[in-house]
Each structure stands twice: as C-alpha cells, then as structure tokens.
C-alpha cells in the first residue's frame, strides 16, 4: 500500500466491498476477501480486497490483469490505441462476455460518449442506440432501496438486456 504507483482510490475499495464478490480469505484468516473489476488509466484490472468489518481494516489490496478469486484473467488490449467507436463495442462485447461488472462498465461507457466520442464517427443507429445506453447506464443503481423509486433507476438485468439489444441490431445491419 505504500507505492504511490500502485495506490487504489478509497471510494474504488469501498465500491469493491459494497458489491464485489465476497469469499472467505484463501489464507483462513476471519476477514473476507472481495473480488471486483476497476480501472486505472482507461485499463480494466482485477482487484481483490481482504477487509475485515469487525476492525473495520483493508489488510491488503492488489490489482492486476491475472485471474483473482472468482474472476477470469484479463486479456490485454490496450484500449487507448482503439478509436472511441472501437472502445465503446469492446465494452459492450465484455459485458455481454461478463468481464465487467455492470457499474464499471456503465462508468467507462458513459464517459467515453458523453466526453470523447465524435458523434461524427458513429452511424445514425449507433448515435441513438449508444445514446440510450448512456442515459440508460448514467441512471444505473444496484441499490435496492434506489431502484424502488418509479422510473428513476435502471438496474443490471435491464443494461445487460439494452446493451445485447443494441449488439444485435447494429451489429446485424452492419
């Protein structure tokens, strides 16, 4: 935790614990071991947080592109050499293949759309379908109490279904 290099956001370890996939400490200790996707620098990375509730400490930490718990290994394609059309069908494919976490994917859609993307390079489909998605994805809660809110919130099941969605229609017309 000391290399300033390889420091993980506080709000990124909490995320990961509040939703990420919880199991026992491989080690045997009695805190738990969570398993999430983040990024750093535009990279998708595995992390695991061993966090303890009871003393309320993140023993450790780690990030990689390796298989961790109960994720696969990353396969490495720098998404920054990819045009922002490029970077928008990779997130759509992996969270379709399941490797994003639907916060983390709708966090990285909706900033490549609403900030990067040339409306330009995008079809006609594409600027209404990914445009949907976005609001879609930017209203994005696993909240249960948020989601009981009418026509406030979208949740996993219904970006999933949008994102296949929109594969489907703009890659068959392609």
């Known amino acids: 935790m000391g290399e300033s290099g390889r420091q993980v956001?506080?709000?990124?370890?909490?995320?990961?614990?509040?939703?990420?996939?919880?199991?026992?400490?491989?080690?045997?200790?009695?805190?738990?071991m969570y398993y999430a996707t983040m990024y750093k620098n535009g990279k998708m990375y595995n992390l695991e947080v061993l966090y303890d509730k009871t003393s309320n400490t993140v023993f450790h930490f780690e990030y990689a592109r390796k298989a961790m718990g109960n994720l696969p290994a990353i396969k490495y394609r720098r998404i920054d050499t990819m045009s922002e059309k490029e970077q928008l069908w990779y997130l759509i494919d992996g969270l379709l293949k399941d490797a994003y976490e639907t916060k983390a994917f709708c966090s990285e859609f909706s900033r490549i759309y609403d900030l990067e993307v040339d409306y330009d390079d995008l079809s006609e489909d594409e600027n209404i379908e990914f445009g949907d998605l976005c609001d879609m994805c930017s209203r994005f809660s696993d909240n249960a109490d948020e989601l009981q809110i009418p026509n406030m919130y979208f949740d996993e099941k219904q970006i999933r279904d949008k994102a296949k969605y929109v594969s489907e229609k703009i890659k068959n017309t392609i």
């Open 9 to 32: 956001p506080i709000q990124t370890l909490q995320d990961a614990i509040r939703s990420g996939e919880a199991l026992p400490d491989p080690r045997g200790s009695n805190a738990t």
